[in-house]
Structures are given as C-alpha cells and as structure tokens.
C-alpha cells in the first residue's frame, strides 16, 4: 500500500507562485511515477504534470515553462514530489491532485485547492 498526502494550496494573485507538495509513504518501491492532476469546478481532471522514477519530466502544454515538478532523494519509506507553479493565472485554480502510478495500481491523494484570484 501507498498513502499519499498532497499540502501547499491556497489563494495567490495573478502572477504569484505556489508550492505543492505530494508526500508518498509505504511501499514506495512499486511506484514508477508521480503525477500532478487538476480539476476546475464543472471540468474534467487533467493531467499537469509528471515526473518518472528515473527523473524523466513531462507537463501539459498549459503550463510549460511556469511549472516545474521534482523530487527530493526518496528513502525506503518515503519520497516528496514539488510542483513550483509559477505566473499563476486564474484559469490554473482547481483542485490539485497527486497520482502515484505503481507496477500494479495507482494511488490518489485527497488534494489540495488552488485559487488564483485577485
């Protein structure tokens, strides 16, 4: 099993940056990557971003270039993913949500809200 615990939202003006952070626990070892998904009230979850167990990076042509994801060297029981959202427009608020793709399954976090607004 995998818990996974998403933190960092909040409510930031257009042009402002934010921090997430997606937390993975447990059997970390079966997980090959950890994903960035958001959801806009009324809309479909979509990805953001992705970054692979050997630190290959991917981002949704949306958020190219203000958005970084990355990771900090996991130990065997946990592993933290950052997602630096930079220039943030309102069209970026939603409900974040951390995936870790596993072997076998994957795992959701709960998420964490995110509101650009002036």
């Known amino acids: 099993q995998v818990q996974i615990a998403e933190s960092g939202g909040g409510l930031v003006q257009p042009g402002g940056s934010l921090r997430l952070s997606c937390a993975a626990s447990?059997?970390?070892?079966?997980?090959?990557?950890i994903h960035w998904y958001r959801q806009a009230p009324g809309k479909q979850r979509e990805f953001v971003a992705q970054?692979?167990?050997?630190?290959?990076?991917?981002?949704?042509d949306s958020v190219k270039g203000r958005f970084t994801i990355s990771r900090d060297n996991a130990n065997n029981a946990k592993s933290t993913v950052t997602l630096q959202m930079s220039s943030l427009k309102p069209e970026d608020t939603g409900a974040y949500y951390c995936?870790?793709?596993?072997?076998?399954?994957?795992?959701w976090g709960q998420g964490t809200q995110v509101t650009v607004s002036s």
């Open positions: 970054i692979s167990r050997g630190g290959y990076t991917n981002y949704a």
């Open positions: 995936y870790a793709q596993g072997y076998a399954q994957g795992y």
């Open positions: 447990g059997s970390i070892f079966s997980i090959n990557a």
